[in-house]
């Protein structure tokens, strides 16, 4: 099961409000369900395979308008042999669909919500409810990017939407797609809040918890990769350190270096793969005086220096 079935599943086992209800409803019917003209009457058909989602608009339809939906079941050969549940309600006056803001218009359907839907201050979060159980999906945040989107049938529907998630401190775009007016959220934190505002507080936990242990694994990935790098580099520059150091024993002699820079030897020798942050902390055992990290770095970068110079002369 998808976590976006899993979601929905448990949206549609909220108790609600009358008003709260209508609203959801609403949001359903505008953006999920097809009206026709037939026989002088309008037919409201929702097609869905959710036994819940049948459940919520029988429900629905009843105590709000006082109207029996019919339904219709299709077979489908596909390979997961669900079956197609057609949700039927003719509205004879209009009356439903205008409660619901949904004109009839030169047989064409304009679809405009009335803000008298939004009776409370839970009706917002019922519309959008309602929008993502109709034509919303989400991400498993287990297995990809963080991204939660409601596909809108036209640009007015996803304004409005666009228009409540800012009511909620959200930060939603829209993108037009062949599918539709796109409406999506793709920080992490907006989707938490959305399933808080929607009231799916089982996903909104399991979805937290699947975003701390990928945060939590990207961090400690973040780590390990810096560590890594850090021994290579320091690999690498105590190779270049031993190399320069066997150019000058070879070529030069340690009688005329400095003390400074016998001493760099001496631990640099003595313990060829210690950071300089490593050397410092054993110079005060191997030389009797503490030599910081600072003082290090120069006099190894005097001896690459001189190394340097041997070879050009050489050459």
Same mark, same amino acid.
């Given at each position: 099961?998808?976590?976006?079935?899993?979601?929905?599943?448990? !949206?549609?086992?909220?108790?609600?409000?009358?008003?709260?209800?209508?609203?959801?409803?609403?949001?359903?019917?505008?953006?999920?369900?097809?009206?026709?003209?037939?026989? #002088? /009457?309008?037919?409201?058909?929702?097609?869905?395979?959710?036994?819940?989602?049948?459940?919520?608009?029988?429900?629905?339809?009843?105590?709000?308008?006082?109207? @029996? +939906?019919?339904?219709?079941?299709?077979?489908?050969? /596909?390979?997961?042999?669900?079956?197609?549940?057609?949700?039927?309600?003719?509205?004879?006056?209009?009356?439903?669909? =205008?409660?619901?803001?949904?004109?009839?218009?030169?047989? /064409?359907?304009?679809?405009?919500?009335?803000?008298? %839907?939004?009776?409370?201050?839970?009706?917002?979060?019922?519309? !959008?409810?309602?929008?993502?159980?109709?034509?919303? $999906?989400?991400?498993?945040? @287990?297995?990809?990017?963080?991204?939660?989107?409601?596909?809108?049938?036209?640009?007015?529907?996803?304004?409005?939407?666009?228009?409540?998630?800012?009511?909620?401190?959200?930060?939603?775009? &829209?993108?037009?797609?062949? #599918?539709?007016?796109?409406?999506?959220?793709?920080?992490?934190?907006?989707?938490?809040?959305? !399933?808080?505002?929607?009231?799916?507080?089982?996903?909104?936990? +399991?979805?937290?918890?699947?975003? &701390?242990?990928?945060?939590?694994?990207? $961090?400690? =990935?973040?780590?390990?990769?810096?560590? !890594?790098? @850090?021994?290579?580099?320091?690999?690498?520059? +105590?190779?270049? /350190?031993?190399? $320069?150091?066997?150019?000058?024993?070879?070529? %030069?002699?340690?009688?005329?270096?400095?003390?400074?820079?016998?001493? +760099? &030897?001496?631990?640099?020798?003595?313990?060829?793969?210690?950071?300089?942050?490593?050397?410092?902390?054993?110079?005060?055992?191997?030389?009797?005086?503490?030599?910081?990290?600072?003082?290090? @770095?120069?006099?190894?970068?005097?001896?690459?220096?001189?190394?340097?110079?041997?070879?050009?002369?050489? $050459?």
């Amino acid at each position: 099961m998808s976590f976006t079935r899993d979601v929905k599943n448990e !949206l549609l086992t909220l108790e609600l409000s009358p008003c709260c209800a209508k609203a959801q409803l609403a949001a359903i019917i505008a953006l999920g369900a097809n009206v026709y003209l037939s026989n #002088k /009457q309008f037919k409201i058909e929702y097609r869905t395979t959710s036994l819940a989602m049948i459940r919520f608009l029988v429900s629905a339809f009843k105590q709000t308008f006082g109207k @029996n +939906a019919e339904i219709l079941i299709k077979e489908r050969n /596909q390979l997961d042999y669900r079956k197609v549940y057609y949700v039927v309600v003719w509205d004879e006056d209009g009356l439903i669909l =205008n409660e619901l803001g949904i004109d009839f218009f030169q047989k /064409q359907i304009k679809k405009t919500t009335p803000t008298t %839907l939004f009776s409370c201050d839970g009706c917002k979060n019922s519309y !959008l409810r309602g929008a993502f159980l109709a034509k919303g $999906s989400l991400n498993d945040p @287990n297995k990809s990017n963080y991204h939660l989107e409601i596909v809108c049938q036209n640009e007015d529907e996803a304004n409005l939407i666009n228009s409540l998630l800012e009511d909620f401190s959200l930060d939603p775009k &829209i993108i037009n797609r062949p #599918k539709g007016y796109v409406v999506y959220l793709k920080k992490s934190e907006n989707i938490g809040d959305f !399933l808080k505002i929607v009231e799916a507080t089982n996903s909104l936990f +399991a979805f937290e918890d699947a975003r &701390i242990k990928r945060d939590l694994s990207n $961090s400690i =990935n973040r780590v390990i990769n810096c560590d !890594l790098a @850090n021994t290579t580099r320091t690999i690498q520059s +105590a190779q270049k /350190q031993l190399s $320069s150091i066997k150019i000058i024993e070879e070529q %030069l002699g340690y009688e005329k270096l400095p003390t400074r820079l016998m001493e +760099a &030897i001496i631990l640099r020798t003595t313990y060829p793969d210690y950071s300089l942050a490593e050397l410092s902390e054993v110079s005060e055992e191997v030389l009797g005086r503490t030599i910081s990290k600072s003082a290090l @770095n120069h006099c190894f970068r005097s001896i690459n220096d001189l190394a340097e110079r041997i070879k050009k002369n050489k $050459s």
